[in-house]
């Protein structure tokens, strides 16, 4: 065991959290307090602090997609990507801002809310085939639909097929039922995991809510930063 003695000097970023070259790579950004919740009062933006906030939207930018639980949608109020501090030169070469891409089997979605009408980039729909034809043709309408897998959504099926359209560098934003389901298909490549100085209890999620994952994963730690008294982790699956 060693101490991480923390040096001092600003990071660069952006340099940090470079996607690896080439091949498709699914990385998730959560955070969670010191006894493992995921949220706070049914958000998680009461865990975080401006650093994390700043880093939230700076793995945005170097992303080419944002995958997104329709639950954290509804729950966090999302709207579109917009560009944002700390962006420069992250996009050179690619469209001003990523389209979110939202995982949702009921689509119970507002399609007129600015999420999908005043969205920089056209939101993507993850559907299933079984999805009420009604809503399905509504999702159309507003957003591009990827339909994998028939009552449940296939992961691998929805991340091959974005892919396929060029989106290559993935951010998976959660929700903890969306990332436990990509954690157990296999796709994580890497974890961004802030870890907030609080202990909330009670029984909130925490960042992975779903059946025990088949075959656990096991990460490297690339790096840990400090940002006052929170603490910003990457962990890499070894290759
Ligand atoms: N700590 C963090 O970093 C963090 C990050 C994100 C969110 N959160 C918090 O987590 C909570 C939301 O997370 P959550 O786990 O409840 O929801 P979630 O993962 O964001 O979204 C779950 C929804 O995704 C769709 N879905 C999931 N699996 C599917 C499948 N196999 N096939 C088709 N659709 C599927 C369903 O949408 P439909 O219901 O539309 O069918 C389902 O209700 C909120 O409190 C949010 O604040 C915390």
Redesign the pocket.
């Known amino acids: 065991m060693r101490a991480l003695t923390p040096s001092a000097g600003d990071v660069d970023l952006a340099e940090r959290y470079a996607y690896p070259p080439g091949g498709t790579w699914l990385r998730a950004?959560?955070?969670?307090s010191l006894d493992g919740a995921?949220?706070r009062e049914?958000?998680?933006g009461g865990?975080g602090n401006p650093a994390d906030r700043h880093l939230f939207l700076l793995l945005r930018g170097l992303a080419d997609v944002v995958i997104?639980?329709?639950?954290?949608?509804r729950?966090?109020g999302y709207g579109p990507v917009v560009p944002s501090e700390g962006w420069d030169g992250v996009r050179d070469g690619r469209p001003p801002v990523p389209p979110l891409a939202i995982?949702?089997?009921?689509?119970?979605?507002d399609f007129d809310a600015p999420i999908f009408t005043a969205a920089k980039a056209r939101t993507i729909v993850l559907a299933?085939a079984t999805a009420d034809p009604a809503r399905l043709e509504a999702a159309r309408e507003r957003a591009d639909v990827i339909v994998a897998?028939t009552d449940?959504?296939d992961?691998a099926a929805a991340v091959g097929e974005l892919a396929a359209r060029g989106h290559r560098r993935l951010l998976c934003?959660?929700?903890?039922?969306?990332?436990a389901?990509v954690v157990a298909a296999g796709l994580l490549d890497e974890l961004c995991l802030t870890l907030s100085p609080l202990l909330i209890g009670g029984h909130p999620?925490r960042?992975l809510?779903g059946p025990p994952v088949p075959v656990p994963p096991e990460l490297a730690l690339t790096h840990a930063l400090q940002d006052d008294d929170f603490l910003f982790l990457r962990y890499a699956r070894s290759r």
């Not at 995982?103 to 979605?109: C, E, G, I, K, Q």
């Open positions: 950004n959560m955070v969670a995921a949220q049914e958000r998680s865990l997104v639980g329709a639950n954290t949608v729950a966090e995982v949702s089997r009921t689509l119970d979605l299933t897998g449940s959504l992961f934003e959660g929700g903890p039922g969306v990332l389901q999620t960042i809510n």
